[in-house]
């Protein structure tokens, strides 16, 4: 049995998510009774959507790249961890035993959860349990236990599906995409930390009087304030501090404009595919759930459409470095660097907690990054013993100590690395301690919604 779970999940990872998804929206399309070309049609239509929003958000990490090194080298930091990126974690957590397993048995979980009414949200974005599976694998790392480590990615997929559960009013509010949810934990990690500053931020009142929001911001400048002109400012004034020439400002900034128009067209496209599925998502439970409403889980790529989210995204590049050095005496020892590039995935589901205003969803992403930071020192021995023990991935030269951002700073990450250094019984106690805390907190405090 176990040879077979391998199998198919080395299948589905040597696929990739733009093959996974259309097939998988065409199985669950069948499954809801729609028709065999409506699915199809939904299928494909969702596949081309992610081609152009993964171009699109690979010009903005070319860009933000290398105006990230640039402002590294002008700083001179000394920092002697380096951040390898998530593109090096994907690879080694999919090479791990944990992760050849975490596909069938996080598809598995979702629906037990799902059927049991214990989650609303049937997660199709199965490509990123490669959160879930890293998480697993520095678990088994640490402990020398492969079913340790399989269950500390099991009780993350769970944790991810609940703060999906939690989110998803205030996300479909905001961003206006109904019938969603984000389980996505590069984005929605960070929420249990953030809502706490953000309703204390949004008690604030000169913070709130500041409305700057790209649509406040359009009504009082007019035309320069379209998100156009909003990314061609950002990119021309971080590529001048980057110390790039007069040729290289303007194309980051002609670059920058293009995201901030091209990644809402393409979100446009990809919902033009996935409504269908949604609404016959919603009838099929309607009809056999007792008007049980459910979610389609996401990634959260698709939120980086708003122009808010664009421009938070960006200014973090600064920010992430102006905070690797200010919190270098406090132990700080992480140089950010490819994952500069994933600013926007931090902020993506912070916007909406202080209602899309940039500079309070900088603040926010400055302070979930800030602790974050702390965790991603923690965590770098981890890291780097997978690094030298599965290898096959690029990281930089002039390093020998090495961690990720995108997920060994998301809190409960490195949570779940410090419990299950405990002995195995309280280690279990305590996380499943942790998700009836999540589950109760998704039922009686919804984000966006009233309970």
């Known amino acids: ?50 081609v152009g929003i993964f171009l699109v958000v690979g010009l903005l990490g070319e860009e933000l790249s290398t105006i990230g090194a640039a402002f590294a ?56 349990f490669w959160h879930m599976a890293f998480i697993g ?20 997929v769970v944790f991810a599906l609940f703060l999906a559960d939690w989110s998803a009013a205030l996300m479909q509010k905001y961003f206006k995409l109904p019938g969603l949810s984000f389980p996505h934990l590069q984005s929605a990690g960070y929420l249990l930390l953030a809502a706490p500053f953000a309703w204390l931020i949004n008690k604030i009142p000169f913070l709130k009087k500041l409305h700057l929001d790209p649509d406040t911001i359009r009504k009082k400048i007019g035309i320069l304030g379209e998100p156009m002109f909003l990314g061609l400012f950002i990119g021309i004034l971080l590529a001048a501090f980057a110390g790039k020439d ?53 990634d959260s790529a698709i939120l980086i459409g708003s122009p808010a989210v664009i421009a938070s995204g960006i200014l973090m590049v600064p920010v992430e470095i ?19 590039a994933d600013g926007v995935f931090v902020t993506a589901m912070l916007a909406p907690l202080v209602a899309g205003d940039v500079l309070l969803t900088v603040i926010l992403g400055a302070i979930v990054m800030g602790v974050g930071m702390i965790f991603t020192t923690l965590l770098a021995p981890a890291v780097t013993h997978m690094v030298e023990t599965v290898g096959g991935v690029d990281i930089p030269a002039g390093y ?45 405090y919804p984000l966006g919604g009233e309970k």
């Open 1 to 50: 049995m176990e040879n077979i779970l391998v199998q198919i999940g080395e299948l589905l990872n040597n696929l990739g998510p733009l093959i996974i998804l259309p097939i998988v929206i065409l199985i669950i399309g069948l499954i809801l009774r729609m028709k065999l070309l409506e699915a199809l049609r939904s299928g494909v239509l969702l596949a081309i959507a992610f």
């Open 73 to 128: 080298e002008k700083t001179g930091t000394g920092l002697d961890i380096i951040d390898i990126g998530w593109p090096a974690a994907g690879a080694l957590a999919f090479s791990s035993p944990v992760g050849n397993l975490i596909i069938p048995i996080g598809i598995a979980i979702n629906l037990i959860l799902l059927f049991g009414g214990l989650t609303d949200t049937l997660d199709i974005d199965i490509w990123n």
């Open 137 to 156: 694998a520095v678990v088994q790392f640490i402990t020398g236990s492969f079913v340790l480590g399989l269950v500390a990615a099991a009780i993350n």
């Open 246 to 298: 007069a040729a290289g400002v303007i194309l980051t900034g002609i670059n920058t404009a293009a995201v901030m128009v091209l990644v809402p067209k393409m979100v446009s496209l990809l919902m033009e595919g996935l409504t269908p599925v949604a609404d016959a998502a919603r009838d099929f439970m309607m009809k056999r759930a007792k008007g049980k409403e459910i979610h389609i889980g996401m």
């Open 322 to 340: 102006g905070l690797a050095l200010l919190l270098a005496p406090l132990g700080n020892r992480t140089l950010p660097y490819i994952d500069l």
């Open 400 to 444: 020998t100590t090495y961690t990720v951002m995108s997920d060994a700073a998301i809190p409960h990450a490195y949570a779940t690395y410090y419990i299950f250094q405990s002995p195995v019984v309280i280690a279990l106690i305590v996380s499943f301690v942790l998700l009836a805390v999540m589950y109760f907190i998704k039922k009686k």
